[in-house]
């Protein structure tokens, strides 16, 4: 591992409290350019410059060179020195100096010592004494040193992030500064960096400035090196986060970078001495070049200025465990596509990962690479040189990301890449559920979703309308259907791919709202069935193990409707317990399947006798006469016995309905109103119309109800409500008779013949209380009501 950070977030903590006086006021920034040192590091066969190497190893070879200008009018002496340990001095020979002004001898080359863990190299001003003064220094305190050298490698490798962060800001700035908004999130979460979100909604001109305001703070913990944040709480940038939003003691923001710079100050400031001075630098590593910041001027009297040089770790090399940040497959047709990566800010600032290539494979099995550049501002690796890919590679391909971390192979993630082909795309699910009157979601399945660039859904000869899609995994595309405006009918989704011409065009059918099948009830014996649901106006017939039942009458219970079927053909009844599944067919040519469970048979019952009996005649007023035994007045009485069919016993919890034909308010007549059973297959039924609804009038019919079951309608009686004759006045044949009294509105006619021929109709809502009529022929009037248009009564005119 480069450097364990949260042992720079506990040592800056401890130094900000243990020290509060030294730090009164925030530290001088790294701004000031120093001299600059050239390295490059060789491992067995193989020489990288120093940019390049995140650790050194024991065993490989050194050549550091001060990189002075040429009229350099102070000398300095380089010093190089390996450690071992805050607790183990090292030998004098693991001390090196090399006369920089000096033709011969002013460079190091030197051999990692084994058992050494870390280096650091020093630039002093030549003076008498400063070799043996600070090969003391180290070997007499080499835990300050080994602190310091991780430090500031760290607080380099902070500051590598923070200049990448800046420079893409101020490149942004200069070129196109309203795409600020856009790029500022991708770079922050690239580089681990705290993003002020309100400087995105100020005005163009000044989002740049304020999102480096306060720049020392904008580091958040590199998650590569946070192994003790990751024990301590599982996830190191929440710890980060919250760090970096803690105020401390009025220092601003708190951030690693500059805690490490403070607590850098705080052990130099201890351990300087009269004759020397330690002055921290942040290494600037570009190729085979260190350039060095300073926060303060060096100083070449006493006390002089010993600049410390920070090197990587002697350690084993801990590459980052980058992970692939898509979310689905990536398409590559195109130049410049981007390999989402999240969890290593460093390639991005740091040339450590180098040589980085993407391996893909088609489903064939053939294998081209190709060059990847990092891109913090797009948020991973770009594919900037595959645009001629091979024919196989159509379709889903599997890539790999791989290249060098310092001298070792380093393995990346794996990517799912896609590039059209001409596969077609199908409708996963149910092709007739496409409804007019709302959105749809319709899922597709077998193309290249990744590389879908444009949807849009035509019907007829109209505009084409944008879909919104998402991609489902490596080969589904789930569209949202635009269909509350349009009619039902063909439908035309047309998919463009990214680089192809012609869009594929994928033909569907829409419907109206399909009806809501909530349940279909069959009774064994039966050749009907009850189909109950939503729209069912729409259903032409169902057919159930071989039965074919046709709609015979729909009505409306609340918000429910209720479909009468009856068989057509000879199909058979089937039997109790059967389970089928029917098949019912939608005008429009749909077809739903609707599970069913044949019921027990229903009871058998017949209309056995009824007796009606008039109401009383009237005190001071005429009687209207009823013929037959079909018309029930509503002052009367009608009583009527029923008999079992066969196969059915009558009980006494059983229950009469009595309703009216089109299905309007009905009563019950049970045990406690009316029903009286003689035995098992007889029950007498007495019924009062004044006990019912008003709205209870016209032609009755009955049925037997019992748990779960009901007897078929049969017709009982036609409820007839009469009006009130007061009087009934004849003149003569020539002036003809007038009939007096009220609720007139209820007779519809009125004849002088039984046939009613020429009689006088009745306006409906008639208000009145007189009706002028012919004479009758024989002394009676013919009378035809509204509540029994089918029968006749009879009024004496005498």
């Given amino acids: ?61 050194l050549t550091v060179e001060a990189d002075l200008q040429g009229d350099q009018g102070a000398h300095f002496i380089l010093v190089s020195a390996f450690l071992r340990g805050a607790t183990n001095p090292p030998p004098r020979d693991w001390v090196s100096f090399a006369e920089t002004w000096k033709k011969k001898g002013k460079a190091l080359d030197l051999t990692v010592p084994r058992g050494a863990r870390q280096m650091v190299l020093f630039l002093v001003p030549d003076t008498g004494g400063a070799e043996g003064a600070l090969s003391g220094a180290v070997r007499g305190k080499p835990g300050e040193f080994v602190r310091a050298t991780q430090d500031l490698n760290q607080a380099s490798l902070d500051r590598s992030r923070l200049d990448a962060f800046m420079g893409a800001i101020r490149a942004q700035e200069n070129s196109h500064p309203e795409y600020l908004r856009t790029l500022a999130p991708v770079l922050a979460r690239s580089l681990s960096m705290k993003l002020n979100e309100e400087c995105l909604s100020k ?65 130099f400031g201890a351990f300087s001495n009269p004759e020397f001075g330690y002055l921290p630098t942040l290494s600037v590593r570009k190729g085979d070049g260190i350039g060095l910041l300073l926060n303060s001027a060096p100083s070449f009297q006493k006390p002089k200025s010993v600049m410390v040089v920070s090197m990587p770790a002697i350690e084993a090399d801990s590459p980052p465990r980058l992970r692939s940040g898509a979310r689905g497959p990536i398409c590559v047709v195109r130049p410049g596509a981007v390999l989402p990566v999240e969890g290593a800010p460093l390639i991005y600032s740091t040339s450590y990962a180098r040589s980085m290539t993407l391996a893909v494979q088609s489903a064939s099995g053939e294998t081209v690479e190709w060059p990847v550049e990092a891109r913090a501002d797009r948020g991973g690796y770009v594919l900037a040189g595959a645009t001629a890919w091979p024919a196989g590679f159509r379709g889903t391909a599997q890539g790999h990301l791989y290249g060098h971390w310092g001298f070792d192979r380093f393995e990346g993630p794996d990517f799912t890449l896609q590039l059209p082909d001409d596969r077609s795309w199908q409708v996963d699910g149910d092709a007739t559920a496409l409804v007019v009157g709302r959105d749809n979601v319709v899922r597709l399945k077998g193309g290249t979703p990744a590389c879908v660039e444009r949807v849009t859904v035509r019907q007829g000869d109209g505009a084409p309308a944008p879909v919104q899609w998402t991609v489902e995994g490596q080969d589904g595309l789930a ?90 053909g000879d199909g058979a009844a089937m039997t109790q ?129 019992r748990v779960g079951a009901a007897s078929d309608w049969q017709p ?83």
Avoid: W
């Fill in 577 to 705: 317990g059967r389970e089928a599944t029917a098949r019912v067919r939608l005008r429009d040519g749909r077809k739903v399947g609707l599970d069913v469970t044949v019921a027990p048979p229903r009871p058998q019952v017949g209309l056995l006798s009824k007796d009606i009996s008039p109401g009383p005649s009237p005190a001071n007023g005429k009687m209207l006469v009823l013929n037959g035994n079909n018309l029930l007045p509503d002052n009367g009485q009608i009583v009527f016995s029923i008999r079992a069919g066969a196969g059915t016993t009558l009980e006494g919890t059983d229950v009469i309905e009595v309703a009216p034909a089109d299905d309007g308010a009905a009563i019950r007549l049970t045990a406690a109103n009316g029903l009286r059973l003689e035995g098992p297959q007889v029950m007498v039924a007495r019924l009062d119309p004044k006990v019912m609804a008003p709205s209870l009038f016209g032609p009755l019919r009955f049925r037997l109800l």
């Fill in 716 to 798: 009982l009686v036609t409820l007839a409500r009469l009006p009130q004759i007061d009087a009934v006045a004849c003149e003569g044949k020539a002036q003809g008779c007038m009939i007096k009294g009220r609720d007139l509105f209820l007779i519809d006619a009125v004849g002088t013949t039984p046939t009613l021929d020429q009689a006088v109709q009745v306006a409906h809502g008639y208000t009145g209380s007189a009706l002028t009529i012919p004479a009758p022929r024989d002394g009676t009037l013919y009378l035809r009501l509204r509540d029994a248009p089918d029968s006749v009564v009879t009024l004496p005119a005498a």
């Fill in 203 to 267: 005005v163009i001109e000044m989002q740049a400035s304020c999102l480096l305001e306060n720049r020392d703070s904008l580091l958040l913990s590199d998650v590569h090196t946070s192994s003790m944040a990751e024990t301590l709480t599982g996830a190191p940038t929440d710890l980060a986060l919250q760090l970096s939003a803690t105020r401390e003691a009025g220092y601003g923001y708190y951030s690693a970078y500059i805690a490490v710079v403070r607590d850098v100050a705080r052990i």
């Fill in 1 to 61: 591992m480069l450097i364990n950070r949260m042992m720079v977030f506990g040592g800056c903590v401890a130094g900000l409290l243990a020290s509060a006086p030294l730090m009164a006021a925030d530290p001088a920034p790294f701004e000031l350019a120093g001299p600059s040192l050239k390295v490059r590091v060789t491992r067995g066969a193989q020489s990288l410059p120093i940019a390049q190497v995140p650790s050194l190893s024991e065993g490989d070879r």
């Fill in 479 to 568: 569209l949202t259907l635009p269909l509350a405006d349009r009619k039902a009918g063909m439908l035309n989704i047309e998919i463009s791919y990214q680089g192809v011409p012609q869009p594929m065009t994928i033909p569907l059918r829409s419907y109206a709202q399909a009806s809501r099948l909530d349940g279909l009830q069959i009774h064994a014996g039966d050749r009907m069935a009850l189909l109950s649901g939503q729209r069912l106006d729409q259903v032409e017939s169902v057919e159930v193990a071989g039965l074919l039942l046709r709609p015979d009458g729909l009505t409306r219970e609340g918000a429910v409707d209720r479909l009468r079927l009856v068989a057509q």
